[in-house]
């Protein structure tokens, strides 16, 4: 069992399913040669795929070219399905900071193929989660920053308000594939500026106001 921990408090979540939104900053789509979709790519990341801040993120041996990815996570509080946008809104419980690592070379291999990209997704300690905040407790604004660095250099700065879909958006349109439930996480998308990470390497990713996370490349 893998929870959720609320900053600040003895609470926890047991975290069901993963559900993933890819190309949803409109810059971070054109970086990867790729174009904005018509609608967002969803796909899901493994329970055995969480760590958390200050583990360690082991490099897999069947890639060359591990990528950070830095998103604004949301937990569902409560069993949704087909719901509008008033309705999603509510359904969003808590926000946290994960991180979307990514073996790009097998990605890049699996588009071309025209195969899922669960190898590149999937992997052991590729979805990192800082503590989360109550969504009672604070004012997402969308003015807020997400951030990350490399061995203490930024590499990924952006407002949240650059996000395609919002988060009720984003929920609303997954409730209309597929039933969310208490505990399930919720990737956002990540900005631009997304890179290569190897053995050693500290990344270090947060959201103004909400949460930070570190963790080393090993
Ligand atoms: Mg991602």
């Not at 407790?137 to 700065?157: A, G, P």
Request: net charge negative; proline share 3%; with cysteine.
């Amino acid at each position: 069992m893998k929870t959720i921990k609320i900053k600040n408090s003895s609470k926890e979540f047991e975290i069901g399913k993963i559900v993933c939104v890819g190309k949803n900053y409109a810059e971070h789509a054109l970086e990867l040669g790729s174009v904005v979709p018509e609608k967002p790519v969803i796909f899901l990341k493994p329970l055995t795929a969480v760590i958390y801040s200050g583990d360690k993120i082991t490099y897999p041996s069947f890639s060359n070219e591990l990528h950070h990815e830095v998103e604004l996570v949301l937990m569902i509080g409560k069993k949704v399905k087909d719901i509008d946008i008033e309705e999603a809104e509510t359904a969003i419980f808590a926000y946290g900071v994960g991180l979307d690592m990514t073996l790009r070379d097998i990605q890049a291999k699996m588009k071309k193929e025209g195969h899922p990209w669960t190898i590149a997704k999937c992997f052991d300690t590729s979805a990192v989660l800082s503590e989360f905040v109550l969504k009672e407790d604070y004012n997402l604004s969308l003015e807020d920053e997400i951030f990350l660095s490399v061995n203490d250099k930024e590499r990924q700065r952006d407002k949240l308000n650059k996000m395609i879909l919002k988060p009720a958006e984003i929920v609303q349109y997954i409730s209309s594939l597929m039933t969310l439930e208490k505990g399930d996480l919720v990737y956002t998308g990540t900005p631009k500026g997304v890179g290569i990470v190897n053995k050693g390497d500290v990344i270090k990713a947060g959201i103004e106001g909400i949460a930070e996370l570190s963790a080393m490349i090993v």
